[in-house]
């Protein structure tokens, strides 16, 4: 499956933006996806992830609260909603499928990946 992230741009802390991940190639529906941020010099973070039918949706402790994870399996795609951003929030944003059922945090169990799309806020 081919990813391909959207959205991102730059805003005022405070303010929002929605992020997409549209897929190609196969069904998005086989797939848990998340969302991952990086920092340059930093390690991938976790930020959300979604179950392959949207009943379950984990936050990092950061984003609770402020962001949203969904997703249209119809459309083959996933968002999330970023509200509150905070200058914190600053990184490239990476969407990953993951053909495992079973909740994890770890990169590492994300077999395909988007090409990230930057998100910068300003205070």
């Known amino acids: 499956v081919q990813l391909q992230a959207s959205g991102g741009g730059l805003v005022q802390a405070g303010g929002s933006l929605r992020l997409s991940c549209a897929a190609s190639g196969r069904t998005l529906s086989i797939y848990a996806m998340g969302w991952f941020r990086q920092v340059p010099g930093e390690e991938r973070d976790f930020v959300a992830r979604?179950?392959?039918?949207?009943?379950?949706?984990y936050y990092a402790d950061s984003v609770k609260g402020r962001f949203s994870i969904s997703r249209d399996n119809a459309k083959n795609t996933v968002y999330l909603q970023m509200n509150s951003l905070k200058p914190e929030d600053t990184a490239v944003y990476y969407c990953?499928?993951?053909?495992?059922?079973?909740?994890?945090?770890?990169?590492?169990?994300?077999?395909?990946w988007g090409q990230g799309t930057q998100v910068t806020v300003s205070s």
């Open positions: 979604i179950s392959r039918l949207g009943a379950e949706t």
């Open positions: 990953a499928a993951d053909s495992g059922g079973l909740y994890t945090r770890s990169q590492n169990e994300y077999e395909y």
